[in-house]
């Protein structure tokens, strides 16, 4: 009788052990398949250049001078996702300055038209955020194209935007698709996700503050 309660004392036990050992494996299969979806989609929360902090006083500068101070968290997130607050245009402006890149040698100079620029797409869109942060990406005349369209920014519109400016774009070797899910849409032309990972950058710095 011994034996067979021990025996049947073993069973439960050795059930129990491989029921949560089941459990385990189990939760450690779902996150690391989460981890590896969302690799393309998550940035590091926690680092924010040295530089683009550096150049806060700067955008601040302008920003009072154009009216958007509001916005300084928007444009220094911008600016991280532009450059990283490396080289002499950390605005990336030098296209909305002089129609073509590399015109702007002088990080004050790209500040200076950056936060201009801004100041216009978000003027001309009506105060949504994340169109006239699409629209420094894409220009200016995507704020027509959504306002004809759905009347306010969406990620589809981003990406339809994208497709059309790609495939009537006369020489399609200028653009080059950097995101695989941009391949996959077609969509080459400027950055369909440029608004999710400035909402990234900004939500960083509100951490920080």
């Known amino acids: 009788m011994q034996v067979k309660r021990r025996s049947k ?6 059930l129990i052990i491989a029921v949560v050992l089941c459990g385990i494996f189990l939760m450690m299969s779902v ?12 940035l590091d929360r926690s680092l924010i250049s040295d530089q683009v902090i550096a150049y806060e006083p700067l955008i601040k500068k302008y920003a009072k001078k154009y009216e ?34 590399g015109c702007i040698d ?8 950056g ?11 009506n105060g949504d955020v994340e169109l006239a942060v699409q629209s420094y990406n894409f ?24 497709q059309k400016m790609y495939q009537n774009a006369p020489d399609k070797s200028i653009y ?5 899910e941009a391949k996959q849409y077609h969509a080459c032309y400027g950055d369909i996700y440029y608004v999710r990972d400035v909402m990234e950058y900004k939500e960083a710095l509100e951490n920080q503050s």
């Open 176 to 180: 080059t698709c950097l995101r695989k």
């Open 68 to 101: 958007v101070t509001a916005y300084t968290d928007v444009m220094l997130a911008m600016m991280m996702q532009e450059s990283g607050g490396r080289g002499n245009d950390p605005m990336q402006s030098s296209e909305s300055y002089c129609g073509k890149v």
């Open 115 to 125: 936060v201009y620029y801004f100041s216009k797409t978000i003027d001309e869109a």
């Open 31 to 42: 996150v690391t398949i989460n981890k590896e979806n969302n690799t393309d989609f998550q």
């Open 106 to 113: 002088d990080p004050e100079l790209s500040i200076k038209q």
């Open 9 to 14: 004392k073993a069973i439960k036990q050795a």
């Open 139 to 162: 220009g200016r005349g995507f704020i027509d194209y959504v306002k004809d369209q759905t009347g306010n920014y969406t990620q589809q519109a981003a990406i339809d935007f994208s």
